[in-house]
T-cell receptor, first 116, second 116 residues
Framework: AQTVTQSQPEMSVQEAETVTLSCTYDTSESDYYLFWYKQPPSRQMILVIRQEAYKQQNATENRFSVNFQKAAKSFSLKISDSQLGDAAMYFCAYRSGETSGSRLTFGEGTQLTVNP | ETGVTQTPRHLVMGMTNKKSLKCEQHLGHNAMYWYKQSAKKPLELMFVYNFKEQTENNSVPSRFSPECPNSSHLFLHLHTLQPEDSALYLC???????????????FGPGTRLLVL
């Protein structure tokens, strides 16, 4: 079974600074997808970024980028120029690339605080 | 309305009550999901519906009964719940391609349930 581990329950960053959230996963599959979701106080889960395992290039979305290390099974999220609105719980998630794989496996989350 | 909506946003019920949670997706997706988010635990997948057919039941107690009348609507019927069922219930939807590949899941805002 796949597992996702986020070893940082809480992180904080100064506004305009950069922060990196860690995520590691365990799988025996070669085809899979990785996601970072953001859950602000409103509780809605919002997709931040997605990475296909077969792509070597790290995904980027504006101020958000990932460092995908497939061999190390590591998938960290870097937030540049942090903004107050970035404060939220961040979840790393894994999904199998198999056609029958619909289950998202989530980590336990990292609570990010952005200090003004 | 756009995206994934859920009603009610908050619900308080007694253990003998019967209530239903509603989810509606406006994204043209063909798969829908129920997740449970308890305090300090990762999200847990409860049910998956592809093309209105239930394809996964993650060992959920029978006091939770899902219903998917069409690909845009998903219900979770609740009866004789326990206090430990208090949690945030999140609905999500995605598109499953003809080859069975599931695209990214998009989440609703959730229903905060309190069972007294």
């Amino acid at each position: 079974a796949q597992t996702v581990t986020q070893s940082q329950p809480e992180m904080s960053v100064q506004e305009a600074e950069t922060v990196t959230l860690s995520c590691t996963y365990d799988t025996s599959e070669s085809d899979y997808y990785l996601f970072w979701y953001k859950q602000p106080p409103s509780r809605q889960m919002i997709l931040v970024i997605r990475q296909e395992a077969y792509k070597q290039q790290n995904a980027t979305e504006n101020r958000f980028s990932v460092n995908f290390q497939k061999a190390a099974k590591s998938f960290s999220l870097k937030i540049s120029d942090s903004q107050l609105g970035d404060a939220a719980m961040y979840f790393c998630a894994y999904r199998s690339g198999e056609t029958s794989g619909s289950r998202l496996t989530f980590g336990e989350g990292t609570q990010l605080t952005v200090n003004p | 309305e756009t995206g994934v909506t859920q009603t009610p946003r908050h619900l308080v019920m007694g253990m003998t009550n019967k209530k239903s949670l509603k989810c509606e997706q406006h994204l043209g997706h063909n798969a829908m999901y129920w997740y449970k988010q308890s305090a300090k635990k990762p999200l847990e997948l409860m049910f998956v519906y592809n093309f209105k057919e239930q394809t996964e039941n993650n060992s959920v107690p029978s006091r939770f009964s899902p219903e998917c009348p069409n690909s845009s609507h998903l219900f979770l019927h609740l009866h004789t719940l326990q206090p430990e069922d208090s949690a945030l219930y999140l609905c999500a939807s995605s598109q499953v391609t003809g080859g069975g590949v599931q695209e990214t899941q998009y989440f609703g805002p959730g229903t905060r349930l309190l069972v007294l």
